[in-house]
């Protein structure tokens, strides 16, 4: 990210500080709505190109993260989930495609906002504007669909999973409190190579997060 140096009022030289991130492709369409977040929301708006997953590495997310799915492949996305944010940040999806596999991604604690391809400008500006306020601004059929998955009734944790004896030997080491950098250092690894095995179980075993991986782990693998 390039970071600007500006003067405080008290003389003192900081970074300019990004308030909205924005993943996708530097087109026309991108840097008009980085410019129209400059000025009708007065944000300063950082576009993050994406080529491929590892481009999350270096990524620096703002108050607010926008995903381009048009750009942005739906597994990829998952993985920016998983890779890059904390439970604590706050995501919004744009140019979302009308189809339930692009709706699941709401289930990510992460997403406060989705905004279909064929949103009006006022609309969005609206939206943006609750979303860096604190607020949410999903459809009301897809808030619908997380509630209903709210009050189903929970899943009996899987036993028949298959994992891989590196994923096992992974998520044991996760049991003991490791870090994926120190699982990394252990494996002889990248730390990116151990997220995308992480990436895999967590998909296998139905879980989003480290803490219901280790849940499953412990119930799982504990006596292993």
Not at 26 to 44: A, G, H, P, V, Y
Not at 51 to 69: A, F, K, P, R
Not at 119 to 136: A, E, F, M, T, W
Not at 209 to 221: C, E, F, S, T
């Amino acid at each position: 990210m390039n970071t600007q140096a500006i003067l405080t009022p008290e003389g003192l030289i900081k970074d300019d500080v990004v308030d909205v991130t924005l993943l996708g492709y530097k087109d026309m369409q991108t840097n008009f709505l980085s410019t129209l977040i400059n000025n009708e929301l007065n944000m300063r708006c950082e576009i993050q190109s994406y080529s491929n997953s590892e481009s999350y590495q270096d990524m620096i997310l703002g108050q607010l993260t926008l995903v381009d799915c048009k750009y942005v492949p739906l597994d990829d996305i998952d993985l920016f989930f998983d890779s890059k944010c904390s439970d604590s940040s706050r995501v919004a999806l744009i140019n979302v495609q009308t189809n339930e596999d692009y709706e699941k991604l709401a289930l990510w604690p992460q997403v406060k906002g989705m905004f279909y391809e064929t949103v009006k400008q006022d609309v969005l500006i609206s939206g943006l504007k609750v979303l860096l306020n604190g607020g949410d601004w999903l459809p009301r059929h897809v808030m619908q669909r997380l509630i209903d998955e709210y009050r189903s009734a929970p899943k009996r944790p899987r036993n028949n999973v298959k994992l891989t004896r590196r994923e096992q030997q992974i998520l044991k080491m996760l049991l003991d409190g490791s870090t994926n950098l120190q699982i990394a250092e252990v494996l002889e690894v990248s730390e990116y190579t151990i997220k995308s095995h992480l990436y895999n179980v967590f998909k296998k075993i139905d879980v989003k997060n480290r803490i219901q991986a280790y849940n499953w782990a412990q119930l799982h693998l504990s006596d292993g």
